[in-house]
């Protein structure tokens, strides 16, 4: 994606949706955590392409990016795109 591309997706997501604090307690925790894991995978696809766009900056030394695709391949495998 380029710049241009990754701001437009940035600008037309909600993120006031993810802004908002959920009550924590033990009641309904389980139902709280697949509410907070749609949550949490809304969000990262609004991040994504940031992240993708960080690793092909060849400036940053693989160091860094290594923890950046670990974090990516995780969250795609969780959070189907």
Known sequence: MTYEQIEAH??????????????TGTEGAQADLAGQLQKVC???????????????IPLIPEVI?????TFVTV??????Q
């Open 42 to 56: 809304g969000i990262y696809k609004v991040v994504r392409p940031i992240l993708k766009a960080v690793l092909a």
């Open 75 to 80: 969250m795609d495998s969780i959070c189907p």
């Open 65 to 69: 990016k290594k923890p950046i695709r």
């Open 10 to 23: 940035v600008i037309s997501a909600n993120l006031e949706q993810f802004e908002k604090p959920q009550a």
